[in-house]
C-alpha cells in the first residue's frame, strides 16, 4: 500500500492487526518503517521470549537481523518509488529516436524499394513499443498489467509467515507438554 501511495485498509490485513494500529500506522510518512520497528520492540520485549537466556539472545539476534533485511528492502523499494526519469534524458533519448525513424526510409527506399515500406513500419512499431515499455516499467509498483504481482508477492510471504509461526506454536506446545511430562515423572 505504502509503495502505491495508498492508505493500509482494514481488509488488506485479514484481522492480523487491529484497526487502531492499521490507523497509527497510516498516519506515519512510512509505514513499514514504523511496523518494522514495532515488530523489533515486540521481539526485545523478553516476556515473550524462552526462559532460557542464550535461547533468548540468539531469537532475538535473529529477528533483530532480518528485520534490518527487511528495512534495507523496504529502502531499496522506496528508491525505486521515488527515482523518476530525468527529463532531460527521455526528451533527448525521443528527440534521436524520432530523428531515426523520420531519416530512415530515406536509407531504406533506395536499396530495398517496395518492401521497405512495410519494413519501416514493422521497425517503427518495435522501436515505439520499447519506448512504451520503458515508460511502464518506470513505476512497477501501480496496478497496471505490467507492474509487479506485489499482492501475491505479499500473500506468498503470509503463507511462510503462518507456517513458521504454526511451527514454533507447535514446538512450544509439545516443549511444554514435555515438560510437564517430565515434572510428573519426578513427582513420581
Known amino acids: 500500500s505504502h509503495l502505491r501511495e495508498e492508505p ?9 492487526l487491529d484497526w487502531d494500529r492499521i490507523e497509527e500506522l497510516n ?3 512510512c509505514p513499514p518503517f ?3 520497528n514495532q515488530l523489533n520492540d515486540i521481539v526485545e520485549d523478553v516476556s515473550i521470549l524462552p526462559d532460557n537466556p542464550a535461547i533468548a539472545k540468539v531469537v532475538v539476534d535473529t529477528f533483530a537481523s532480518q528485520v534490518e533485511q527487511l528495512l534495507d528492502s523496504i529502502g531499496k523499494c522506496e528508491q525505486i518509488k521515488d527515482t523518476p526519469m530525468v527529463f532531460g534524458y527521455v526528451a533527448t533519448l525521443r528527440s534521436f529516436l524520432m530523428l531515426w525513424l523520420i531519416t530512415l526510409p530515406l536509407a531504406l527506399i533506395g536499396e530495398y524499394g517496395w518492401i521497405a515500406t512495410p519494413a519501416m513500419a ?9 519506448e512504451q515499455m ?6 512497477p509498483f501501480g496496478h497496471d498489467a505490467n507492474d509487479l ?6 500473500a506468498g510471504i503470509e503463507r511462510v509467515l503462518v507456517d513458521l509461526l504454526r511451527g514454533a506454536t507447535d514446538q512450544f506446545a509439545g516443549a ?3 515438560g510437564a511430562e517430565e515434572s510428573d515423572v519426578e513427582l513420581a
Do not use: D, M, W
Open 134 to 139: 520503458a515508460l511502464e516499467i518506470e513505476q
Open 27 to 29: 498516519g506515519f510518512t
Open 8 to 16: 493500509i485498509t482494514e481488509e488488506e490485513l485479514g484481522g492480523l
Open 34 to 36: 514504523i511496523a518494522a
Open 149 to 154: 504481482p506485489l499482492e501475491n508477492y505479499c
Open 176 to 178: 511444554s507438554a514435555r
Open 122 to 130: 514493422l521497425i517503427t512499431f518495435l522501436f515505439l513499443n520499447v
